[in-house]
């Protein structure tokens, strides 16, 4: 058979009011069990500032941690949610495997300086990736899903409305 056709990969997209859900179907073609990793990354860009103040939160075993944003950190396991937050503008994203998984952040830097006269790489963005240790057995098919959310700070109004009485 054709190597190329033993393993399919389908996505499928539901939006809600707050987020978008994202099902992935991994169906294994072949006569034999397929092992490997199942990697899905998602890059976060918040806008610049000079004082950044990103808050990223991981849940780990029903446990709460905050690596710092501009480290790498890796969690081979066990990791239900990711929150990233900027403090500034009060929006986060929050990822949520529907089934524990490992995860990897990176943070993405630029080459070019954060000021003229300084010599400090800005970031650019986070890169968040997901992931399994999978085994789809032969002729069968399975099934991940992550949800992000998006949270925007609510708009006060400015001016009052004023009643007619």
């Given amino acids: 058979s ?3 056709d033993q393993l399919a990969l389908t996505k499928k997209y539901a939006f809600t009011e707050n987020g978008i859900l994202v099902q992935y179907i991994l169906q294994n073609n072949s006569d034999k069990d397929i092992k490997g990793f199942f990697a899905v990354e998602n890059n976060f860009s918040i806008p610049f500032t000079h004082k ?3 808050i990223i939160e991981v849940l780990v075993d029903k446990k709460r941690c905050c690596p710092s944003y501009n480290e790498k950190y890796i969690e081979k396991e066990h990791v239900s949610l990711l929150q990233i937050t900027d403090a500034n503008a009060k929006n986060s994203f929050v ?3 529907n089934e524990n998984a490992g995860l990897f952040l990176e943070p993405l ?3 070019r300086p954060l000021i003229d006269s300084e010599d400090i790489p800005r ?3 986070n890169s968040a990736v997901f992931f399994w240790d999978i085994t789809i057995p032969a002729a069968k098919e399975i099934e991940k899903n ?3 959310g998006i949270n925007t700070a609510k708009k006060k109004p400015v001016a009052k409305k004023t009643r007619k009485q």
Avoid: D, Q, R, V
């Fill in 52 to 54: 950044k103040n990103i």
């Fill in 123 to 125: 970031l650019e963005a």
């Fill in 109 to 111: 830097f630029s080459a």
């Fill in 95 to 97: 990822l949520e495997p």
């Fill in 2 to 4: 054709n190597k190329k």
């Fill in 146 to 148: 992550i949800y992000l």
